[in-house]
């Protein structure tokens, strides 16, 4: 890795979040996402030089907008639409090299491989999520793993 890049990598993050895997629902609210990143930004530490983005299906576009706006975003519609978003940031972006710490909001068994491929070339990875929504795969892949946990989420769960 060139000087350049490692200077650039030294003490940044990436955080890529799946909204519909933490607030347990695929339709979202602006309320819900709104509440998601107050519990997100409650649990990690989000810095200034950070990367935030969140990958949904495409009727969860706005809500995400307006709940998160200074985010990128990442639609796509269909089965696994935002898992598919993530990994494929995590294999065409580079993330490995480009960033110290990178924080994977869901709990998703499918996204394990590319966090553990993360992990092996160097990366301090977190995967953050809902207790009852992370797969063990997901926890054995991770650094780390921080869980968030909301009763009006679970509520909304249950309904």
């Known amino acids: ?20 895997n933490l607030c347990g629902s695929s339709l979202l609210t ?3 996402v709104a509440e998601m990143r107050g519990l997100y930004t409650s ?3 989000v810095g200034p030089q950070d990367h935030i983005i969140l990958a949904s299906a495409h009727c969860s576009l706005l809500p995400m907008a307006d709940g998160w706006p200074d985010a990128r975003y990442q639609v ?18 580079n993330v490995a090299d480009r960033f110290d710490h990178v924080f ?3 709990g ?15 990366a301090r990875v977190t995967v953050v999520s809902r207790r009852a929504a992370i797969s063990a795969r997901m926890r054995l892949a991770a650094t780390d793993v921080i869980y968030i946990d909301s009763p009006a989420m679970a509520f909304a769960i249950a309904a």
């Open 1 to 20: 890795m060139s000087s350049s890049l490692t200077r650039l990598k030294r003490g940044r993050a990436i955080h890529l979040l799946d909204p519909e």
């Open 43 to 45: 649990a990690v530490s």
């Open 30 to 32: 602006e309320a819900m």
């Open 76 to 93: 796509r519609s269909g089965k696994d639409g935002a898992d598919i978003c993530l990994a494929n940031i995590m294999l065409d972006e």
């Open 104 to 106: 994977v909001a869901s």
């Open 108 to 122: 998703d068994g499918g996204l394990a491989p590319f966090v553990a491929d993360i992990a092996r070339r160097g």
